[in-house]
């Protein structure tokens, strides 16, 4: 009886369809050699609940599998074991303010000519890098109507971003370009001055909502401040088209105003969120804008409004005539030089009079308590840095917010919570908490945030979706360029 031969090219490939199947479990989860199990850390799941001692958590490619107690977890064989004992384990962090793009942050300097992809993905890699995994970024460098029958031609980088998931970098997205009375929009460096659509009548304001919405932005940004009374600024008619307008197309509004009867008419307009404290410049929130706030909740009426309150610079004002830690952490001057550190904070905090300081008191302690007031009504307060500005330390700000959010009264649990679940949940991205299904984006850290929340700033790892950020080659690269700056500098 003859045998059948089968040739080897056929054997080749049931070979390989066995090692396939192989790698693959019965049920149709992912192969065993992509899921990683932590150990032994205290596990701080971001939604304000106990912390989990002797934790333990597993991940399955860029996702949360399962999450409870060392020992008690159903753990898949041939899964990888990493030990995370004495370590405590967070959320990794989402910014919903930031204004990143323009600055050379080796020269200190700001151009929309440095609004490059490889620069955007520079500053997205310094937020990863202190621990933040997604942010929303507002007034960006896009191409839009110039308002007269043209347009801006600036590109589309930050639409093309936004749907890239780029190795050791935050998730990001964007809130386009913003809207503003000609000129009253961003201030500081004249590089953003001109980016948000100009309006100053109705008609324009509803033609700027119905081109800026094709970016499909994460809100529509307007500015309602008129900088002190040296500028115009939009007034109730122009800013109650843009809100009815973007609330035609589902998209949300958020705000940067100051004055108290600006935040009454805005929340009656129905503003979803505010970009800093709703109401600044000395003026203390009343009863009546409180009771506005539960009116929309008890009505159901877009209840879910949310700040940022962006205190960071405020609260480090405080701190004047002193020389505060910060300016000598490590984590920060892995980031800036020495000189910068001194130039933009160590310096001029310094040169503080006694009186400047107690007037930066009394601006601080009046907007938290504007802040915890309407958080007490019903507001969301979530976490947002406004880093745009050269001083304004890219990352390291997210850090200085959790302390910010904490001396305005929120416990360490609670800012975490801000700057995690709820922050994430505004954003509509699925992070912020260690829970099955969510993204695996968390911070791995050396002491315990809930004891001091200056502690969430000593990293050891970050992990953005199941991956782990090479920090010492993103360390190593920004060393190299300041170096690089010095040498050429000494020629």
């Known amino acids: 009886m003859s045998r059948m031969r089968i040739p080897l090219y056929l054997l080749a490939f049931a070979c390989l369809l066995l090692a396939s199947a192989w790698t693959w479990n019965l049920d149709g989860q992912a192969s065993q ?7 032994g850390a205290r596990l701080i799941k971001g939604d304000g609940s106990a912390p989990i001692e002797n934790s333990a958590f597993i991940v399955t490619g860029d996702k949360l599998t399962q999450v409870g107690r060392r020992g008690e977890l ?23 303010h930031g204004h990143i793009g323009y600055q050379n942050i080796v020269e200190g300097t700001m151009s929309k000519a440095f609004y490059t992809r490889e620069n955007l993905i520079d500053h997205l890699e310094r937020l990863a890098y202190n621990g933040v995994g997604a942010t929303v970024s507002i007034g960006d460098l896009e191409d839009r109507s110039d308002m007269h029958g043209g347009r801006a031609h600036w590109g589309d980088i930050p639409l093309q971003v936004r749907k890239e998931v780029i190795p050791n970098a935050a998730l990001f997205r964007t809130a386009g370009t913003g809207i503003a009375w000609p000129g009253s929009g961003p201030q500081g460096d004249p590089s953003r001055v001109d980016v948000p659509y100009p309006i100053t009548t109705p008609e324009e304001a509803r033609k700027a909502v119905d081109d800026y919405v ?23 008619p122009l800013y109650r088209a843009v809100i009815e307008e973007s609330h035609k197309h589902n998209v949300p509004v958020g705000v940067h105003n100051v004055k108290l009867a600006d935040a009454k008419e805005l929340m009656r307009a129905g503003v979803d969120g505010w970009l800093h404290v709703p109401v600044r410049g000395g003026e203390a929130a009343d009863d009546e804008l409180i009771g506005i706030v539960k009116q929309r909740i008890a009505r159901n009426d877009r209840p879910t409004m949310w700040m940022t309150p962006a205190l960071i610079t405020a609260w480090m004002d405080t701190q004047g005539g002193t020389r505060p830690a910060w300016l000598d952490d490590p984590l920060l001057r892995d980031l800036y030089s020495s000189d910068q550190i001194e130039e933009y904070w160590g310096r001029p905090l310094a040169k503080r009079t006694t009186e400047e300081v107690r007037r930066a008191r009394e601006d601080f302690e009046l907007q938290a308590s504007n802040a915890m007031k309407l958080r007490a009504a019903g507001m969301r307060i979530v976490s947002g840095t406004d880093t745009g500005q050269t001083r304004f330390f890219i990352g390291y700000f997210n850090q200085l917010d959790l302390e910010s959010m904490v001396a305005m009264g929120l416990t360490p649990s609670e800012a975490i919570v801000a700057a995690t679940r709820d922050a994430a949940d505004i954003a509509h991205f699925n992070a912020g908490l260690m829970a099955p299904g969510k993204s695996a984006d968390f911070i791995v850290l050396d002491a315990n945030p809930l004891e001091k929340i200056g502690n969430a ?8 979706r199941g991956q782990k950020v090479d920090r010492a080659a993103l360390k190593a690269k920004w060393l190299a360029e300041r170096n690089r700056k010095t040498t050429s500098s000494l020629k």
């Open 33 to 39: 050699s992509n899921t990683t199990v932590f150990e």
């Open 74 to 96: 159903r753990v898949p064989a041939g899964a990888a074991y990493v030990d995370l004992t004495g370590k405590t384990v967070m959320p990794a962090l989402v910014d919903l």
């Open 214 to 236: 094709k970016m499909k932005p994460e809100f529509v940004k307007i500015w309602v401040d008129d900088r002190g009374g040296t500028k115009k600024t939009l007034t109730p």
């Open 457 to 464: 700033r000593r990293i050891n790892q970050v992990y953005l």
